[in-house]
């Protein structure tokens, strides 16, 4: 039952079919894992995406192996769009879930160069803290870990 609901997702999973080749796309990497293509709706001039080949709805769900490999994968590829695109810095960003803002529910990593000059985008407005109110919070995640 569920490796049947499994076969479903991944049959209607868009990146699944980008990554397997099965929807065109402007492809700057592939292995045996990853397929790397660039967004359609780029924050920037080479705006990127790491996609692993095998469906993971986030990093929830990520094989372990695999995600070892997204982090070096990724400094690859902003290590060439500085060499090559001229961009002074790139941002790692990895959404989890509606609420962090993925829009497609299979694990992505977007490498966005970014421009001396360009717009700096944070997601989030520095808020405030006291240290009451940080430690109450810590103790809460280091329950789970
Ligand atoms: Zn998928």
């Known amino acids: 039952m569920w490796k049947r609901f499994r076969l479903e997702i991944e049959m209607s999973c868009i990146f699944c079919k980008i990554a397997a080749g099965e929807i065109p796309s402007a492809t700057v990497y592939e292995d045996e894992t990853f397929r790397v293509i660039l967004d359609l709706n780029p924050a920037s001039e080479g705006h990127a995406l ?3 080949k095998s469906h993971a709805a986030d990093v929830t769900e990520l094989n372990e192996e695999i995600a070892a490999k997204v982090l070096p994968l990724a400094t690859r590829v902003g290590q060439s769009m500085k060499a090559n695109l001229g961009c002074a810095g790139f941002n790692l960003v990895q959404n989890n879930g ?7 529910r299979h694990f992505h990593m977007h490498v966005i160069p970014r421009y001396e000059g360009g717009p700096v985008i944070a997601a989030w407005e520095p808020g405030t803290s006291t240290p009451e109110g940080l430690a109450e919070t810590a103790a809460k995640i280091q329950a789970g870990l």
């Open 98 to 104: 509606e609420a962090a803002g993925q829009t497609v």
């Open 50 to 52: 790491i996609l692993p």
